[in-house]
């Protein structure tokens, strides 16, 4: 009861948000790129209060921001009494140092703020113990700044040399905790492969795709399952495994981790033993939320992140447009070439659009309305039997030992 009085009482902390916008990039993608910043502020429990954007050619070194520029989030802070920054990228421990000093609040980065969510979100040990790996790999190089009240700043006896021996005990404690930690996920990788193997004599199909774009709400329909699925970012952190049985044919069907614009590095390392379900699947089904107005970059970002986890091994992808009733194509650009009306578009019209076209084997559903999805179980029947049967050619010169539907 206590607990839960105390989550009632939480206030949100207010926040602004702030963006670069270097040469080649346009005004709509600087705004596309800071709204997803918005929903990731959201997801960790903040109230976005303001934006700032400045045109560089390049960030600033010290500062991310220019001086000036630095000066007008410094007034509108103190306005809006904000309890904290986020930058839209990766920031330096020397540039979070410079901003802190000037602003007086908290400094977060886009990494920082995934990070956050993602230890806010991991439920087992398995998916606890990968971000706290990704969050201590994260700060290591960013320790000076933790102790910049034992500095020489002023100089003078007793404020020589503490700060950097405790910063150097620090980092050693740290090296050590890191350590352990990728021994640890060493053993549960091992038990995992393990697990795996068991499942190898099945069909393997994994769920892949951009955060929030209905994975684990396709999982629950297709398995008849109850995997947590919420409007949040990376609401699943653990790969969910379920059997599904369609007519003669079963297989394993895998909901794995979202993927994000500028996912840091510490987290595709870390969760490598979870994104291992992709590497061994058989067949991949790429998810796309198609009424996001950023789909295309979603998919780009979602095939090199695929890219990188396969290293060159090629897979077949089969693309599963989401959520057509959400879309409204009188809001797109006629150089999508879709017909232009206020009402939804239907099945047919979406089998003529260039996605469907450019991507070969794709279905156009909504997993939330339930629109389509035979059409997509039909696909799915057929490439896991093919798969099935390349696999067992005796399958399917003997129907009597197919797998009945349960």
């Known amino acids: ?132 790996l990704a969050q201590y790999e994260y700060l290591l190089p960013r320790l000076t700044r933790m102790w910049t009240h034992l500095e020489r700043q002023k100089g003078g006896i007793g404020l020589r040399g503490p700060g950097e021996t405790q910063i150097e005990t620090d980092r050693r404690i740290i090296q050590q905790k890191i350590s352990l930690l990728k021994e640890k996920l060493r053993k549960i990788d091992r038990q995992m492969a393990n697990q795996r193997k068991n499942r190898h004599e099945m069909v393997r199909v994994s769920l892949v795709g951009y955060t929030n774009v209905g994975k684990s709400t396709l999982m629950n329909l297709l398995s008849k399952s109850d995997v947590f699925a919420e409007d949040k970012l990376f609401a699943t952190l653990d790969t969910t495994v379920r059997k599904v049985v369609l007519n003669d044919v079963s297989f394993l069907l895998s909901d794995t981790v979202g993927f994000i614009r500028k996912l840091p590095t510490q987290l595709i390392e870390s969760f490598k033993s979870t994104l291992d379900e992709v590497r061994e699947s058989d067949l991949l089904l790429h998810v796309v939320d198609i009424s996001h107005p950023a789909f295309e970059d979603h998919i780009h970002t979602v095939n090199s992140t695929i890219k990188e986890i396969l290293k060159g091994e090629d897979k077949k992808v089969v693309m599963v447009f989401n959520k057509i009733d959400l879309y409204k194509p009188s809001e797109r650009n006629p150089d999508d070439l879709l017909p232009l009306h206020s009402d939804q578009l239907t099945i047919d019209e979406w089998k003529k659009t260039w996605m469907a076209k450019a991507h070969g084997d794709c279905v156009f559903i909504s997993a939330e309305k339930k629109e389509n999805i035979d059409a997509l179980k039909e696909l799915l029947y057929h490439q896991a039997r093919k798969i099935r049967n390349t696999r067992y050619p005796y399958f399917k010169a003997n129907p009597s030992n197919f797998t009945r539907k349960s």
């Open 1 to 132: 009861m206590i607990e839960n009085k105390r989550k009632s009482t939480f206030s949100r902390e207010k926040a602004i948000l702030v963006g670069v916008s270097v040469p080649g990039q346009s005004d709509q993608k600087t705004y596309e790129y800071l709204e997803e910043l918005r929903f990731l502020a959201d997801t960790a429990g903040a109230d976005v209060l303001g934006t700032i954007v400045q045109k560089l050619q390049k960030p600033n070194p010290a500062t991310y921001i220019g001086s000036g520029k630095l000066e007008e989030l410094s007034e509108k802070v103190n306005a809006l009494e904000c309890d904290m920054v986020i930058f839209d990228d990766e920031l330096s421990a020397t540039q979070i140092r410079n901003l802190e000093r000037v602003l007086k609040v908290k400094i977060l980065d886009r990494t920082n703020l995934i990070l956050d969510i993602f230890a806010a979100r991991a439920r087992t040990a398995h998916a606890c113990t990968q971000v706290e």
